[in-house]
């Protein structure tokens, strides 16, 4: 169990805390702009999944993010600062800002190898599938593009824990003013890591407390029909379509439980829950967009996807028959291409394995490549991004073709679903995942997301059975989250 005591020091936390403040204050006072204050601490080891119920004890606005099988977890609260941009260059925007930014912080961290886990000034945030997409009102207070600095920020890895305080100031602020702020906002988020840590865990669920909504799928079909016969006429080779289920529970959503129950049962996936005002967007995605440390470029071809079996031999034929379907292999091999083309000139080089392997999910299996590279210069993670997002496995090829024909015939505000969910760091380092396996909740509803990939043959039965096959971990964490 969480000490309360044992996370810091309240006496000598508020005397660092002051000196760094006044640090900072002194330094905005030169520059004429406002300065970052980032203190780290370290922290008692808490469990992801303490983490993940935290959600539903903490008032202030959050952000969730859980690397694949519990390797590094963060929990931001509250905020020192955002970065908000709109438009096709909003990843380029947003990287400038921050880099501008970051660059005039004052940062104290006592452990210098640390730096990598990450903790300090650290983005957390994600941005929308497609910024010239008309909108709708489900996704009001999700722009284009958000990138938002924690007041307090957990980090946790399996071997260790620390706390960033980060606060922003001019040269007016009152030191003592901004560390009693933080103190108190700290003992919050400490009280509710506490009671988090004494909830119960997630239920074996509710069977039917879960009502689906407009899962019709006669709509969709006729969209899927009708991409299949662009596509054979030569627009294009290939289109992702999403289509989407409203849901109604009996009680209010606790999206902490629902974040739990998504790390329980697939703890190979990254869990995030991005909390904006009284809508949060979560899920548990197994795609990586991109991730960066120290140059080394990690991404993957995730594309092409059939149901688990219901015994070892089943499950070992359908994976086979995966491994040898034409039309999947050949969905794949574009993501792979696409991936290749993107990053050539930013990488050194790419290492590209030669052929798909299958990544198994608990309901679900996929062809998966990885690609790993090093950049030839120094890049941000979000220069990446920008050149990966959208792949051809969440959006379609090539990429502007593909993109008009969704906006055209989809009929769905996507909001952030598909989109790149992730951080970036002080040095540019960062990771980012594809928002996939996801639902937008409010109340007691929620707006899940599931799309795939549509070439010349497809078939509209077919696509929509997989689609509600990727519908399933969403609805089953659902249940799970009830009391």
């Known amino acids: 169990m969480i000490q309360p005591a044992a996370a810091f020091t309240p006496s000598r936390l508020h005397q660092e805390l002051v000196s760094m403040i006044a640090a ?12 970052l204050v980032s203190y780290v601490s370290p922290f008692p080891d808490v469990a992801p999944e303490t983490m993940a119920k935290a959600l539903d004890f903490i008032e202030a606005d959050t952000h969730f993010w859980a690397e694949p099988n519990g390797a590094r977890t963060m929990l931001g609260a509250g905020e020192a600062w955002r970065f908000e941009a709109a438009g096709e260059d909003r990843f380029a925007a947003l990287e400038a800002e921050w880099s501008q930014f970051v660059a005039r912080a004052l940062v104290y961290q006592p452990e210098p190898a640390s730096l990598s886990q990450p903790a300090g000034p650290v983005l957390l945030g994600g ?43 001019n040269a007016h602020s009152d030191p003592e ?23 119960q865990g997630v239920s074996e669920g509710v069977p039917g407390a879960v009502v689906v ?18 596509i054979r006429a030569g627009a294009l080779p290939k289109v ?30 990254y869990g995030f829950a991005v909390r904006l005002g009284q809508r949060v967007f979560l899920g548990a995605t197994p795609e990586r967009l991109v991730a960066l440390q120290d140059r080394r470029v990690w991404t993957m071809s995730l594309a092409g996807s059939i149901a688990r079996g219901k015994d070892p031999e089943e499950d070992r034929i359908l994976g086979q028959t995966l491994l040898s379907d034409p039309k999947n292999l050949w969905e ?6 696409f991936i290749r083309d993107a990053l050539s000139d930013a990488c050194r080089h790419l290492e590209v394995a030669e052929r798909p392997t299958l990544l198994k999910m608990q309901n679900v299996q996929h062809l998966w490549t990885p690609v790993e590279g090093e950049l030839a210069s120094s890049r941000s993670v979000l ?32 909001g952030w679903y598909a989109g790149p969910v992730g951080w970036v760091d002080r040095r540019g380092d960062g990771e980012f995942a594809v928002a996939l396996r996801s639902a937008l909740v409010s109340g007691d509803e929620a707006l899940l997301f599931a799309g795939c990939g549509i070439v010349g043959d497809s078939d509209p039965d077919a696509e929509f059975e997989e689609s509600s096959i990727k519908l399933k971990p969403m609805l089953y964490a659902l249940e799970r989250s009830l009391k």
Not at 145 to 157: C, V
Not at 332 to 337: E, L
Request: glycine content about 6%; aromatic content about 6%.
């Open 24 to 35: 900072g204050i002194q330094k905005a006072r030169e520059a004429k702009e406002p300065v």
């Open 177 to 199: 003013a901004h560390a009693a702020l933080l103190q108190d906002a700290a003992r919050a988020f400490e009280e509710a890591l506490v009671r988090a840590d004494l909830e």
């Open 383 to 414: 220069d990446l991004v920008r050149r990966l997002h959208p792949t051809p496995a969440v959006g379609g090829y090539p990429k502007d073709e593909a993109l008009a024909l969704i906006r055209r015939i989809e009929g769905l505000d996507r």
């Open 332 to 337: 794949h091999q574009i993501v792979v291409d």
């Open 213 to 230: 909504e407009g899962g019709e799928p006669a709509a969709w079909k006729a969209a899927v029909k009708d991409a299949t016969q662009i």
């Open 240 to 269: 992702v379509l999403a289509r989407s289920v409203r849901v109604r529970l009996p009680q209010r959503v606790a999206y902490g439980r629902v974040v739990q129950a998504l790390l329980s049962a697939y703890p190979e996936c």
């Open 127 to 169: 941005f929308a599938f497609d910024p010239l997409a008309e909108k709708g009102p489900a996704w009001q207070g999700f722009p284009d593009g958000l990138l938002r600095l924690p007041q307090l920020m957990l980090t946790a890895t399996q071997e260790k824990a620390w706390l960033t305080f980060n606060a922003v100031v």
